[in-house]
């Protein structure tokens, strides 16, 4: 069954165990249907289980970035000013692992085909183990519920937190009893495009593993974690590589190949017109009605992360090309502009004039025409353009974005082998994976064949490069904020401030035409660049119509005042459990770091 449509099955799961029946004449009333029909009946069953899937699998992530160095947000999380109760993925989670429960516990007591039992129970297995990692890496060590228990039973409920390891260890279990249920692939891989497989299970697997080798779970890395870490990501590897994954010849493309042989879509959340999600107008210039200028501002820092053409760094003498601060955009990783939209960035969008006169951008203030405007003009002055769809059409069309989302990729799984490699000595194994990874990128390889890396570098200086390439090649997934965390470098920004332009027209422009519109300057300006009589790639030629000022983005950041600085505390590395759970089950101890806090997540 094709989960392309996961909201209509959450719509046929209700029905399912509500009133659905083989007989159209059945006149039972809702919720008259039996558990016992349910799992006799295949249908009925998927339908359960897709509802786990529609529940349990994430999503576009909009607002990750703002957790870190990598875009604007003035998120409270950034400046140390988290209220107790602040981060509540709690009693979602086991909602839907309380369903997740049930199908494992009742899958094998009808008369559906066995195998087909064994790939639901796989299929759930994965999502169990998915939602206890997300809150273990959350919370540290929770209570461990592996049997669906009724509500009314209040004892069986309220007991305590397992430690970390057991949590960890009980979620290893369900992956690898998982992979041994779970296909290569689905025998109707077109309907089927988005289950979880084998190789997607052992890829969370390598993540699970990489995440618990880190500092996050382990500060003084003491515990010899990354061996194992190493060989989960090896297994994953050497299994999707056998079986036809790689990595997507366009990087800038990957994520608008939605078919089946998409090599590098590992783990997929299906979308639909009907079924769709708000990125792309969060990305998107801001029209009225929709809610543009909102997600992942790419800030200073990130602009500056991407190297030169050659794959060296904008200040390395040694670089082939020379670096313009004015013309920051020349000669720079081809992954700069398939992520990055600029002022004056070629950038074709489906935006209704006079928005979009040009297939040119602009983030200049007052180059916008609508009410509101200028105060939604990208607060950086640069666009995220990653994974946005630029043939919808603009307005409230582009609320509706059918993009799939990939939450694992075959460029993840290889930066994680790359890191855990270089963390038990295999320098070189790491050290070629980033090869691979700039190689597709479209960086040039140098007479040496180094894509820009630096030879001979010692484990510290690789672990440096294997992290800024995963900050790269993985901007705007969810995964920047996320490495902060695992590997505690939260330390490294805190007391800076992120950093954007602001941007405003000269006299030059101005006179760019008599009328006094600048609607009429600007389509003055976008005729000259499109017959080339004006060449904004010239440093002296831009400086002739713009005028660029530093400014923070930090809260109460602006041109003269750097605002809040980032200041992100110890006690968010794992946070508090709600107050309305420790209400419910007085078994539950709070987390060390935060008020009453007994409990030690790092055990």
């Known amino acids: 069954m094709n989960i392309k449509n996961i909201n209509k099955l959450m719509i046929l799961c209700f029905l399912a165990l509500t009133q659905c029946s083989e007989d159209p004449l059945d006149k039972r009333p809702l919720g ?162 988005g289950r979880i497989t084998k190789g997607a299970a052992l890829a969370y697997k390598g993540r699970v593993l990489l995440h ?174 990653k994974a946005i769809d630029g043939s919808i059409e603009g307005g409230a069309a582009s609320l509706s974005s059918p993009t799939d989302w990939i939450e694992i990729r075959y460029a993840e799984v290889l930066l994680n082998l790359a890191e855990a490699a270089n963390e038990v000595g295999l320098s070189a194994e790491a050290y070629d994976i980033l090869v691979q990874i700039r190689e597709r990128a479209g960086i040039e390889p140098g007479l040496d064949g180094s894509y820009g890396l630096a030879a001979g570098m010692d484990q510290d200086q690789l672990r440096n490069a294997i992290m800024h390439e995963r900050r790269l090649e993985l901007v705007f997934e969810g995964k920047r904020s996320s490495d902060l965390r695992r590997r505690r470098m939260y330390e490294a920004i805190n007391g800076t401030y992120r950093q954007g332009y602001r941007i405003t027209k000269t006299a030059s422009f101005d006179a760019l035409d008599p009328s006094e519109e600048i609607l009429d300057d600007r389509i003055a300006l976008e005729e000259g660049i499109n017959n080339g009589s004006i060449d904004l790639n010239d440093p002296s030629v831009y400086n002739t119509y713009f005028n660029t000022e530093l400014r923070s983005v930090e809260r109460f950041g602006n041109i003269d005042d750097d605002g809040s600085a980032i200041n992100y505390l110890d006690s968010y590395y794992f946070f508090d459990i709600p107050q309305d759970e420790l209400n419910k089950n007085p078994n539950l101890e709070q987390t060390n770091g935060w008020p009453g806090g007994t409990f030690d997540p790092l055990q």
């Open 212 to 385: 618990y080798a880190s500092e996050q779970f382990d500060p003084s890395q003491d515990k010899g974690r990354w061996q194992v870490a190493y060989d989960a990501n090896k297994a994953a590897i050497t299994l999707l590589s056998a079986n036809g994954k790689g990595l997507h010849p366009s990087y800038e493309n990957l994520w608008f190949d939605e078919s089946e042989t998409n090599p590098e879509a590992i783990m997929i959340k299906r979308y639909t017109l009907d079924q769709s999600h708000n990125r792309d107008a969060g990305c998107r210039p801001f029209i009225v009605g929709t809610n543009g200028e909102s997600f992942d501002k790419p800030t200073k820092s990130l602009v500056d992360a991407f190297p030169m053409k050659d794959g060296k760094a904008i200040d390395d003498p040694t670089s082939s090309y020379t670096y313009d601060p004015t013309t920051l955009w020349v000669d720079r990783d081809p992954r700069f502009s398939a992520t990055i939209a600029w002022n004056g960035a070629v950038w074709p969008l489906n935006n209704p004039a006079p928005n979009r006169t040009s297939d040119l951008e602009w983030t200049f203030q007052e180059s916008a025409i609508e009410g509101q405007a200028d105060s939604r003009i990208t607060p950086t002055s640069f666009n995220c353009r």
């Open 32 to 193: 008259a249907i039996s558990e016992e029909v349910v799992w006799n009946d295949e249908s009925l069953a998927l339908g359960f289980l897709n509802n786990i899937y529609s529940r349990a699998l994430p999503g576009w992530e909009t607002t990750a970035s703002q957790l870190s160095d990598d875009a604007h947000g003035e998120n409270g999380f950034m400046y140390g000013e988290a209220q107790p109760g602040s981060m509540n993925i709690y009693s979602g989670s086991y909602t839907t692992i309380k369903d997740i429960n049930l199908l494992l516990a009742n899958i094998g007591t009808g008369t559906i085909d066995t195998d087909v039992q064994n790939l639901m129970s796989g299929q759930a297995l994965f999502f169990r183990a998915h939602l206890y990692f997300r809150l273990v890496s959350t919370y540290g060590g929770v209570p461990m519920v592996l049997e669906a228990r009724d509500k009314s039973d209040i004892e069986a409920l309220q007991v305590p937190r397992n430690k970390t390891s057991e949590c960890i260890a009980q979620i290893l279990s369900d992956l690898d009893e998982a992979v041994e249920l779970l296909p290569i692939a689905y025998p109707d891989a077109a309907a089927d495009y």
